[in-house]
């Protein structure tokens, strides 16, 4: 498969939107974050949907994404109140 096709077929599979919000690093990582966790959840829903993963286990799945989304929410600092300056 040449260059362009997997560009356009990982395009495909991962897409990606433009953020919107005030441009700091640890927005740009977190809007990151926010939409592999998307993605995944897509992914997990649909194999349930269709009968190829169990409800339970899609739970437990969805579960952890959201929970490695909020260590990382914590870890990157965002909406914590900015300390003032004496």
Request: proline content about 5%; charged content about 35%; cysteine-free.
């Amino acid at each position: 498969m040449d260059e362009h096709n997997l560009d356009d077929k990982n395009k495909f599979l991962y897409p990606r939107s433009r953020y919107y919000g005030q441009v700091k690093p640890e927005n740009l990582v977190f809007n990151a974050n926010l939409q592999e966790f998307a993605q995944k959840v897509g992914y997990i829903t649909s194999l349930e949907t269709s009968g190829k993963l169990e409800t339970e286990d899609a739970y437990k799945q969805i579960k952890a994404l959201w929970k490695e989304l909020k260590r990382s929410k914590k870890a990157l600092l965002i909406d914590e109140e900015p300390r003032e300056k004496p």
